[in-house]
């Protein structure tokens, strides 16, 4: 009696349904996930209040050139800095 070969136990189909899982789990349509770093991302800082004002004026430096980062200044005294 001969035995017929069945699609399921082909190499091929095997193959061509990894490749298919492959494709389907690289779909563009996922959320990109944003890591902060020193140019992206929120930060607050607690500044000794001796020097907020400095710092409060770099600050607007700090935000031309780094568009993504949002960086606040909270004013503390120096036992809390």
């Known amino acids: 009696m001969a ?5 399921r136990n082909s190499p091929l189909t095997l193959s061509l349904l990894f490749v298919l899982f ?9 959320p990109k996930e944003e890591h902060e ?8 800082i607690l500044v000794d209040s001796a020097i907020y004002d400095m ?5 607007s ?7 993504k980062a949002h960086v606040t200044f909270k004013s503390v005294d120096a036992r809390t800095a």
């Open 3 to 7: 035995t017929k070969k069945t699609m």
């Open 22 to 30: 492959l494709a389907a789990s690289c779909s563009s349509d996922a």
């Open 37 to 44: 770093t020193v140019l992206n991302g929120t930060a607050t």
């Open 55 to 59: 710092m409060r004026a770099s600050k």
């Open 61 to 67: 430096l700090y935000d031309s050139l780094t568009p």
